[in-house]
């Protein structure tokens, strides 16, 4: 049977958001696109749903006092206990209390990693979410890849493989600059550490990213990164992503249907910043045969849980 799932990121709710703040966001709209969401994920039937993070528009940048951000907390929620899948979180830069940098009222409502917590998501797939704020989120809004995370994904990869599942890693930053970028804030610190430990371990056969909301999909040591574009703004929304016995990977982009809005979030922006944000058709829509998904699903017989 396929297994079937939807990775969805950065939904920034900010509840009567004074302004839209930089584009492609519509922060003003938040709650329209929050109800129009959970419909949407659900119309998937997914087995299992995967949020790379940016529920909240807390953190640094939105000034959003801590009365608004306990409500937000609170709405996001109640809006997703409506979704009818199990889903798994990661904490963004912008999930911590804007004030104090706490990460700990959005923990009491989104069960989110310490570390690494690994959930077996569906027959020989686990997902490994990752919490990269072990550091200042306003500072180092990147977030930092540490010897302790890189210990645990790398257990986790080791008893994945001797399992034959596949492990999909999440976490909200992205691992691999655009091509001739440079910088230290573009990708999360120590990623070449991680680069590392997904070329040594063969189960790690996904990479979920979010935060700098656009789409782009890259295959590096047989492993897909796919980083995902927000559905708070153009192009305003979610992978679908379909994993098939024989090692085919296909991720579609289902965009909700809000169409006035998405024309509001596009006008926000020069064509070549939305063909940025959205990514090119490539980054998009794919089917590939993911030579490690292949390899952990076929070198033996399948295991279940
Ligand atoms: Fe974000
Ligand atoms: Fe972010």
Redesign the pocket.
């Known amino acids: 049977m396929p297994v079937r799932f939807v990775f969805v990121t ?1 939904s ?1 709710h900010y509840p009567d958001a004074p302004k839209d703040y930089a584009a492609p966001k519509m922060l003003t709209q938040s709650q329209k696109i929050l109800d129009a969401m959970v419909p949407a994920i659900n119309a998937v039937s997914p087995d299992f749903i995967v949020h790379g993070g ?1 529920l909240l528009c807390g953190g640094s940048s939105f000034e959003m006092p801590s009365k608004t951000y306990l409500r937000s907390i609170d709405e996001v929620a109640n809006a997703f206990d409506q979704l009818q899948a199990p889903i798994y979180y990661v904490p ?1 830069n ?1 999930d911590c209390d804007a004030r104090t940098g706490s990460f700990e009222r959005f923990a009491r409502r989104f069960p989110i990693p310490d570390t690494v917590d690994v959930f077996d998501a569906a027959p020989g797939v686990r997902v490994a979410t990752v919490n990269i704020y072990q550091c200042d989120p306003f500072t180092d809004g990147q977030g930092i890849w540490t010897d302790e995370l890189d210990q645990a994904l790398s257990d986790a990869a080791r008893e994945a493989y001797d399992r034959r599942c596949a492990l999909i890693l999440a976490l909200h930053t992205w691992i691999l600059p655009l091509e001739g970028e440079t910088g230290s804030t573009t990708i999360i610190t120590h990623a070449d550490r991680l680069l590392e430990t997904i070329a040594t371990h063969p189960a790690i056969v996904m990479v979920l990213t ?2 700098r ?1 656009s789409n782009r999909i890259c295959l590096i040591h047989g492993c897909l990164l796919l980083d995902t574009a ?1 559905i708070i703004g153009y192009p305003m929304g979610f992978r679908e992503i379909t994993l098939y016995e024989d090692g085919t990977v296909q991720t579609t982009f289902r965009q909700l249907d809000l169409a006035d809005l998405v024309q509001q979030s596009y006008h926000r922006s020069t064509a070549d910043e939305n063909l940025g944000w959205a990514g090119t058709l490539q980054d998009r829509d794919r089917e590939v045969v993911l030579p490690r998904l292949h390899a952990i699903w076929n070198k033996n017989q399948r295991m279940g849980n």
């Open positions: 950065d920034h940016d963004g912008h979010g935060h909301h927000c």
